[in-house]
């Protein structure tokens, strides 16, 4: 993995691996190109960047009129002699026969030749030299490509690179060869994953060393003169001053408020700081070596340039409000004193920002670390029945299409074509991206997923559950420590969310509620939000209600009308006024016998010619105050659901689990997150945060104990508690019954069933007090308890070992008890032993014998000699 070194003081630690086992396993496991994908997301880490992606740009660009615009070529070898006499320019569009197909689409036009006598395929093509050379140096099957090359083009190459030479069905016996020569005789897919790496790291090599080589020939570099200011700016300025001018008018005369002047000028300067960027990136020359930094992804983006070329706009003070007094100048123009005193509020405080939260970040990760360290895939498939839906309606600009965010994960249930009805794919089929293309072709706008949110694994996750591993783009082993990936999948880019404010020198952004590393702190800490956003707290109508101190109240009243008829026979007379109110067991007619008809519910009573009707309303009501600063959401008349949102502002999870229950809370703790993260334009995979939230909804508070023996009030994790539920059913006893519990990530770290890994976090003499008064006992299934006293972790190698042990122990248990089995067998009087099977049933004899012969010869035929390196291999224990 690169790392963020640079040369101003910074210092690492060289770590030397010593033994035999060490050296190997960094070897094998450590060295960087074997590391090509982000666990965090699934794509490349080791992508070509600033200068290498300036050059490859330079490279593919298309430039219309230049020297040898339209000459044709027989061959690429007759285009390039060309090129080296000087016959055409390196940008100019020309027309050239070649073998091979396009990779992708093409940005020119591509005309099909019948194939060669040998079956190759062949075109005629429009394209320039740039780009011959560019996929001179890519891998065969990764060309033609004949578009416009910048960053993410390049991070697709690498990744389809991967993607193809990791796949067992595009690598030859010869190719397999090679590698088992060099790295000995591994599994298959090891073999594929090895030598996949390689070839992606040399094909990032090569693009490294041709995109520098044409960033130095194409000679782009910055003169103040390649920074041009608009005209329209001065227009766009003059116009934004005359509309503030106005609402200052309408301040003095009294017809707005302070308040309302201020949001209307801050409006004002923000749209002309829109405008004066579309200004500048309409005014900028394609060809010109800032707009190509900026378009191909090398460097800087519109909004810095904008800053050079069009007008800083609004900053903001330490505080964070935003400073009305706008920056009209540039830094092309310069600043005047007044324009440099604003600016330095918001520079300041993004150095002093920096400094403070990158401290915050660390201790977000080591949280995170320390509440998800024992989710590790313990089992192959927990076998629940759940899921989770993935919706297209939930596609918006920070959210990632539904195509990106099903891959790699697992159907929950059968798929099937809206109009034939046939069968796409079946329940626990992973979703690559061949089969997420079908699904969206057959019109399909949600599916139903595995997801570690609901894995009723005891321990752990199971595989199906989590589903594909992002850093190997293959389904998860069992052994892989998850929990330790979501952490710092989601606690490593919290320094880049804390260094936002730096980059952008403290221009001011219209939102202005808590973001970056406060809120995802916020989330998953679960803490009352700043700025609470008011709840509904039942289903109903809204009334807003506004009193004379400028109070505002929300009212929501819920209705219900029950009616009950009364049918009035010959000779009833009702004793009762019509529209008058009664109640239940009243009298309300009488019949000429001195019968009676006895009102069932109280109410209003209507009287009709040949009936009586009661008319109930059940009527609730629930008055919430308005925080004089917030934005209501709803209006006059709406219905609302319990749950849903009535103000701007987030909602208090703890509320939301309480209206909405269990699955809306998980699902708002994900969006959030992800809204944080993406908003940055940081890239998290949602599994991660979903690994998360699960350990923070593990915990359940009981209500009543039943027969359980366990304390009212009591926190307990939930697979516990089922299981202890299920053995009191099955003896006939009373279950309990209990609440979910969302618990921030500290004190579900300090809540965990191993005391020695709570001890290790904080708190450690209250943790070790409370463990001895309470005489816990550590299973040690987490890392950090197996770490603190010195034992293999159960991950990774240390999980085979693991496995290998508990392998064997069965095996001589069954022994065991097959031996008694016998004996028992031979004693003269018949025995009654019984043993009891998984589900605590007794079983006869002869039944029993049977089931352990089969299970003993099952695992006895196991091969018993495992390979370190082998880890699909070795025996599933979840059937035990």
Not at 51 to 56: A, S
Not at 208 to 215: D, E, L, M, N, S
Not at 393 to 411: C, F, N, S, T, Y
Not at 696 to 725: H, K, Q, W, Y
Request: glycine share 8%.
């Amino acid at each position: 993995v690169p790392f963020g070194a640079d040369f101003d003081g910074d210092q690492m630690a060289v770590h030397v691996p010593l033994s035999r086992k060490a050296q190997e396993e960094a070897r094998t496991r450590m060295l960087s190109k074997y590391n090509l994908l982000s666990p965090a997301h699934g794509e490349p880490i080791i992508t070509p960047s600033q200068d290498i992606v300036l050059g490859c740009y330079y490279l593919t660009m298309v430039r219309d009129g230049t020297k040898g615009t339209g000459k044709r070529f027989a061959s690429i070898d007759e285009a390039m002699l060309a090129y080296e006499k000087g016959l055409i320019d390196i940008q100019a569009p020309i027309w050239i026969r070649m073998n091979g197909s396009i990779s992708g689409k093409s940005d020119r036009p591509v005309r099909e030749l019948p194939p060669a006598s040998d079956g190759t395929p062949r075109m005629v093509i429009e394209t320039t030299i740039g780009r011959v050379l560019l996929n001179s140096e890519l891998q065969p099957p990764l060309r033609f490509r004949n578009r416009l090359i910048d960053k993410k083009g390049l991070k697709e190459i690498i990744a389809d690179c991967y993607q193809y030479y990791t796949s067992l069905r595009n690598l030859s016996e010869a190719q397999l060869n090679e590698v088992r020569a060099a790295h000995g005789n591994k599994h298959v897919q090891e073999l594929a994953r090895i030598y996949g790496s390689e070839m992606t790291a040399q094909q990032a090599d090569r693009i490294k060393t041709i995109g520098f080589r044409y960033a130095t020939l194409g000679g782009m570099t910055i003169g103040i003169d390649d920074i041009e200011v608009p005209a329209k700016k001065y227009d766009i300025v003059r116009e934004a001053e005359q509309q503030v001018a106005e609402v200052e008018k309408q301040f003095r005369r009294g017809l707005i408020t302070e308040e309302e002047r201020y949001q209307e000028v801050v409006r004002i300067w923000q749209e002309a700081t829109k405008q004066t960027i579309a200004a500048v990136k309409e005014n900028l020359n394609p060809f010109g070596p800032v707009a190509m930094m900026s378009t191909s992804g090398a460097r800087g983006n519109i909004n810095q340039i904008s800053q050079m070329a069009g007008m800083r706009g609004l900053m903001s003070d330490p505080t964070g409000r935003i400073i009305e007094l706008p920056i009209k100048a540039n830094f092309r123009e310069g600043l005047s004193v007044l324009d440099y005193f604003v600016s330095t509020h918001g520079g300041r405080k993004g150095l002093a920002d920096t400094a403070l939260r990158t401290a915050d970040a660390g201790y977000l990760t080591r949280r995170l670390v320390d509440v998800a360290q024992d989710v590790i895939i313990n089992i192959e498939d927990c076998g629940t029945e759940e899921g989770l839906w993935l919706h297209s309606a939930d596609d918006g600009e920070l959210m990632e299409k539904l195509q990106v965010r099903m891959l790699g994960r697992i159907l929950a249930a059968p798929i099937y074509d809206k109009t034939t009805g046939e069968l796409i794919a079946d329940r626990n089929t992973e979703i690559d991206e061949e089969l997420a293309e079908k699904i969206i072709a057959a019109g399909h706008e949600s599916v139903f997923v595995r997801s570690p949110l609901t894995c009723q694994a005891e321990h752990g996750l199971c595989r199906m559950c989590y589903g594909r591993n992002l850093a190997t783009g293959k389904l998860v082993e069992i052994g892989e420590a998850v929990g330790i990936i979501a952490a710092q999948s989601i606690g490593e880019p919290g320094t880049q969310l804390t260094l936002r404010t730096f980059h952008t020198g403290g221009v001011a952004s219209a939102d202005d509620i808590t973001q970056g590393l406060p809120r995802v702190q916020e989330i998953f800490e679960a803490r009352v939000p700043k700025g609470k956003a008011l709840l509904a707290e039942i289903d109903g109508v809204v009334q807003i209600v506004r009193e004379d101190e400028g109070v505002r109240k929300i009212r929501i009243v819920s209705t219900n009308v029950y009616t009950d008829e009364y049918p009035l026979t010959r000779g009833f007379t009702p004793v009762i006024e019509s529209e008058s109110d009664v109640y239940e067991g009243q009298v309300i007619a009488e019949g000429p016998g001195g019968e009676q008809i006895i009102a069932r519910l109280s109410g209003k009573a209507f009287i009709q010619s040949d009936r009586i009707i009661i008319s109930q309303e059940d009527h609730e009501e629930r008055e919430l105050v308005v925080p004089h600063n917030a934005r209501i959401r709803v209006d006059n008349g709406d219905r609302v659901m319990a749950g849903q949102q009535l103000t701007d502002g987030s909602a208090n999870p703890q509320e939301l689990l309480e209206l909405q229950g269990r699955e809306a809370v998980q699902r708002y703790l994900v969006n959030e997150a992800q809204k944080v993260y993406r908003s940055q334009g940081v890239n998290i995979n949602d599994k991660h945060i979903e690994v998360i939230a699960r350990q923070m909804l593990r915990r359940v508070r009981i209500e009543e104990p039943g027969d359980t023996g366990l304390l009212p009030g009591e926190l307990i994790d939930s697979a516990e508690f089922r299981r202890l539920n299920n053995d009191i059913v099955s003896q006939g006893g009373d279950p309990a019954t209990a609440a979910t519990v969302l618990l921030g990530i500290t004190k579900a770290s300090l809540n965990t069933d191993s005391f020695l890994s709570a001890a290790s976090f904080q708190e450690t003499t209250r943790v070790l007090t409370d463990a001895a008064i309470q005489g816990k006992v550590d299973y040690l299934r987490g890392l950090k308890e197996n770490v603190v006293i010195g034992k293999l972790i159960p991950a990774g190698t240390g999980i085979e070992k693991r496995l290998e042990r508990q392998h064997e122990d069965l095996v001589s248990e069954m022994a065991r008890m097959l031996e008694e089995v016998q004996q028992a067998e031979k004693s003269a009087e018949p025995t009654t032993t019984a043993l009891p099977t998984t589900n605590g049933h007794q079983v006869p004899q002869s039944d029993t014998d049977a089931l352990l012969r089969a299970r003993l010869e099952e695992l006895l035929s196991g091969d018993n000699d495992h390979d370190d390196e082998e880890d699909s291999d070795h025996p599933d224990l979840s059937s035990l």
